[in-house]
C-alpha cells in the first residue's frame, strides 16, 4: 500500500506524491555545536571589522534620482581615483567623467559615525572601477539611456532631461562631440551593459583593479583623517527640464 | 521570478514541527516494521538538498520581514546529522548560489562556505551564476579547495583550473544502488558579466543532459539520474527544470534552485518516454532542507518512500 516499488532497470517515479519533502531549519534544531564553534571565530572577526568607525557623516547622503547626494559623492570619488589612478600608475588613461548607477547604491550614509558595515551595506557588490574609452556618439547613445532612467551619478558632465529625453548635455562645459574620444569612469557592471548601457559594451576598457567599495572606504578615511565629515550637494549636475 | 510563497513557507513551519518531532522516527519505524512483517532487508537512501544559500551562515536575522530567524549552517548540520542516524545512506547536494548575501562572503571570499561545506560532508554541488562573482580564477580556488565534486555538463570553461577540476557528472554507490548525479547551470548571458566568465560558454543544455543521462543510465549502469539544476524552475528563455523535464530521456529527478522557488511539494513532468520526472526546489538561505527518501527493497527495487498520512494535511 505504501511502497510503489516500480520495476527494474530504471527507477520509476509513481503516480505517488511526497507529503512532506523538506524540513525547515527553524528553532526546534538545536544547532551543532562542532559547527558553531568553527564558526564562531570568523563572525567575530566579522562584527569587529563591521563596527570599526571609519569616518563621520556631517549630512544625510541618500541616492534618488534625477541627482542625489550620495550618488554625486560616490561618482566624484570614482572620477578622482581613476585620475589618481592615472598619474600615478597610468595603467588607466585620465578620465573626463564618471557615471555610478543609482541601483548599485543599495543603501544611505545617515549622518554621524560612519562604519565598515555601513560602507558594505551601501555597495554590497563587488564591482570594481574601471574606465571605457567612447567616441561622442556612444557616449550620447549612454546619455540617452541614462535621460530614460531619470538619471544616475554623474561627475565631469552635465545633462538636462525633459520627459525622459535629453535636452542638453555638456562634458568638461563643453557640447559632445560625436567624433571625440571620451574617457568615462565607472563599474565594470556598467562598462559592460549593465542597467541599459548598452552603449559601452565593445569599447576599449582599462580596469583598475580597484574595488569600488574599498575606494568609497578609502575617501571616507581620507576625509576623516583630515579632520573633517563627508558631505555632498546636490549642485544641479542633472535636472529635469519641466521642473 | 524570485517571489516567495507564503501560504507554502506557513505550511512548512506547521509541519516542520511535527516533522522534527516525528517525521524520521516514525517512517524509519514504519519502515521497520514491514521489514519484519514481510522478513525483508529494507534500506532507505536519504537525498538532502538545498538551493541558493546565499552565504546565509547565521540563521536569518530576528527582525526579517518574512523568515526571521531560519537557517543556519549550524542547524543544518544537526538535521543533517539526524538523519544520516537514521537512514542506511545519505546524498547532500547543494544546487547553486552557494556564494554572495552576506559580508562573510565579501570579506572570505567563499572560503568559509567551502571549508563549511567540507565539513559538513557535502557529496556534490553544482555552480549557480553568483559563484562566478569574483571572477573565474578565484572560482577555481574554491573548487580545488572544496573535497566533494562541482559538477556541471553544459559550460565550457576557457579557464585551465576549472577545465581541470569540473566534471560533467559523478556516480555515487549507495546501498548497491548507483546513483548518476549531473549538474546543470542557467544561462549565463546578462547574469555574470564577460569578465567574470572568463570566457565561459554555455552548451546546448538540453542536448547535453540527454546525452549525460544516457550515458549515466546505459554506460554505468544507474539506476538512479539525478539533476543538479541552477536553470530555475520556469525562465523566460524556457531553459528551465519543467522543460528539461518534458524534454528529457533517462533523468528521475531535478532538484533545483536559482527561481528561489518555495515549491509546496514536488512537481512531477511527463518525459519524453512517457516517464515521470520529479522536480524540487526548497527556496533560499538555506531556511529550508529538501529530503527525498528512496527505498531498495530485498530484491534492488527502488521505490520513494511516502511520508505518513499525518503530514499530509
Redesign the interface.
Known sequence: MLMLALGAPAFTVAQTRLSVSRACMDSTIAPDPAMLALIAPYRDSIATSLSSIIGQADMDLEAYAPESPLSNFVADLILDKMKEEARLTGSVPVPDMSIVNLGGLRAPIAKGDITMSTVFQVMPFENTIVVVEVTGRQLRSAFDNMARRGGDGLSGAHLTIDGGRVASVSVGGRPIDPDATYRVATYNFIADGGDGYTAFVGCPVSKSGIMVRQAIIDRIVRISAAGRGISAAVEGRITNEKD | MKRIDRRAFFK??G???V???G?QASARS?IDG?NRAIGARRRVISILHTNDVHSR???LPDDHPLYP???????????I?TVRSQSDATLVFECGDMFQGT??F???KGQ?EI??MN??GVDAVTFGNHEF??GVEMLARRVAEADFPFLNANYEFANADLRRLVRPAHVFERCGIRIGVMGLGVVLDGLV???QLGGTRVLDTFAVANETARRL?HDEGC???IVLSHMGLTMPNGIDDRTLAARSR?I??ILGGHTHTF?P??E?VTDLDG????I?Q?GYA???????D??V?DD??????????A??A
Open positions: 512548512c513551519l509541519a516542520s514541527v516533522a522534527m518531532a517525521l514504519r514491514l551562515i547565521d540563521p530567524g531560519l537557517g543556519g549552517y549550524a542547524r543544518r548540520q544537526a538535521y546529522n559580508p562573510y565579501n570579506l572570505y568559509l571549508s563549511l565539513r559538513m562573482d569574483n558579466t564577460e569578465p543510465r539506476r538512479l539520474v533517462n528521475d529527478m515549491m511539494e514536488p512531477y516517464r515521470t520526472v520529479m524540487n526548497v538555506g531556511i529550508n532542507v529538501g529530503r527525498v528512496i527505498e527493497d534492488d527495487r527502488l521505490a520513494l518512500v511516502p511520508h505518513p498520512a503530514l499530509m
